[in-house]
């Protein structure tokens, strides 16, 4: 579903990314995991094309996205879940979620589902969003996410700032979405929670992958994990 293949990704003069490759397959969920300034976001941002790669390939559901614009990337079918949710404050939530619905090749949701995957949802349609707490701006961003009708997901630190309980609630939704079929990169620091609900994972430093295998193999190999990550 997604490639990136020897990406090397500036900010100005400043190198960011260095031969950064890897893959998502169908319905697949890949963790990418690091400390902070690794290079996690900047790989997210690189294949939505916000901070393009000066050279390297990116190909989604079989064609090269690399040098399109982030608005025709979007049309193609990947969703975007940012780290700061980026919701519209003085839009109510029916409007941030109106906002998103767009149609792809890939599987169209309706609202209604949101209010399965999100029961606390249906009744915060009429409030604006600056009057939410984190957890339910997360489940805006989400929804709204799922609304344009992705084959792949790009989730930005989903967990960060909320509640043990409503970070069971997202990765309950990285599960429900490899069900459907729908690709997940996910991006986190919460990195247990992260490897739980995923097939392989990826490990950045200073802005090259040091590691790539299969999920459980960083569950279960406590040494490993300390050496890759810390925890």
């Known amino acids: 579903m997604l490639s990136v293949s020897n990406i090397n990704t500036?900010?100005?003069?400043?190198?960011?990314?260095?031969?950064?490759?890897?893959?998502?397959?169908?319905?697949?969920?890949?963790?990418?995991?690091?400390?902070?300034g690794a290079g996690k976001t900047t790989t997210l941002r690189s294949v939505l094309g916000l901070s393009a790669p000066r050279d390297g390939q990116i190909s989604f559901d079989g064609k090269e996205i690399s040098g399109r614009d982030t608005y025709e990337i979007?049309?193609?079918?990947?969703?975007?879940?940012?780290?700061d949710r980026r919701v519209f404050p003085s839009l109510?939530?029916?409007?941030?979620?109106?906002?998103?619905?767009?149609?792809?090749r890939f599987r169209s949701w309706q609202i209604d589902e949101m209010f399965e995957i999100f029961s606390a949802l249906e009744y915060l349609m009429g409030r604006e969003c600056e009057n939410l707490s984190g957890g339910e701006m997360q489940m805006v961003a989400i929804?709204?996410?799922?609304?344009?009708?992705?084959?792949?997901?790009?989730?930005?630190?989903p967990s960060q700032g909320l509640a043990p309980k409503i970070v069971q609630d997202v990765m309950k939704t990285v599960i429900?979405?490899?069900?459907?079929?729908?690709?997940?990169?996910?991006?986190?620091q919460n990195a247990l929670a992260a490897l739980e609900v995923s097939d392989r994972a990826y490990v950045m430093?200073?802005?090259?992958?040091?590691?790539?295998?299969?999920?459980?193999e960083l569950l279960?190999?406590?040494?490993?994990r300390r050496k890759l990550i810390g925890m």
Request: proline share 5%; net charge negative; aromatic share 6%.
């Open 10 to 36: 500036y900010y100005g003069e400043t190198q960011a990314l260095f031969d950064a490759s890897l893959q998502v397959g169908e319905g697949e969920v890949v963790s990418l995991l690091g400390p902070n």
């Open 143 to 157: 929804s709204r996410a799922l609304l344009g009708s992705p084959g792949l997901v790009l989730m930005d630190e």
């Open 92 to 104: 109510t939530v029916a409007r941030n979620l109106q906002i998103g619905i767009k149609k792809t």
């Open 205 to 216: 430093d200073r802005g090259r992958i040091e590691y790539s295998g299969p999920a459980s």
């Open 74 to 83: 979007a049309r193609m079918g990947i969703g975007w879940v940012p780290d």
């Open 220 to 224: 279960e190999n406590a040494p490993l």
């Open 176 to 188: 429900r979405l490899k069900q459907a079929g729908i690709a997940v990169l996910i991006v986190e």
